[in-house]
């Protein structure tokens, strides 16, 4: 079971970025995956989540209307667009899907990705 996110890198404020986040080894379409980001100095925090097969979403409220999660059940990819960029939205993002195998949980996280929003 692996998660690999990609697509960080520094942008200015009001600026896009996308992140992407591949997974492999368990169930993708049937699992709900999200996406977390963790600030220099600060916990490990939730930012989006969407659905098995996209069925719903629900965002973090400074989030709301600036970042859209989406996935794509054939690529086994979950995304992360995010929009009109803020500095307090540096951080390193992770990718999570809790995964289960016989009954047994398995909380699965990515290597991170970094965002960086700075002038």
């Known amino acids: 079971v692996q998660v690999v996110e990609s697509g960080g890198d520094s942008v200015q404020p009001g600026g896009s970025l996308g992140l992407s986040c591949v997974a492999s080894g368990f169930d993708f379409s049937g699992s709900e995956m999200k996406w977390y980001r963790q600030a220099p100095g600060k916990g490990r925090e939730w930012v989006a989540t969407?659905?098995?097969?996209?069925?719903?979403?629900n965002y973090q409220d400074s989030v709301k209307g600036r970042f859209t999660i989406a996935r794509d059940d054939v690529k086994q990819t979950v995304y992360l667009q995010m929009t009109s960029l803020k500095p307090e939205d540096t951080a390193v993002y992770y990718c999570?899907?809790?995964?289960?195998?016989?009954?047994?949980?398995?909380?699965?996280w990515g290597q991170g990705t970094q965002v960086t929003v700075s002038s």
């Open positions: 969407i659905g098995a097969r996209g069925i719903m979403t």
């Open positions: 999570y899907v809790r995964s289960w195998r016989n009954g047994v949980p398995d909380d699965v």
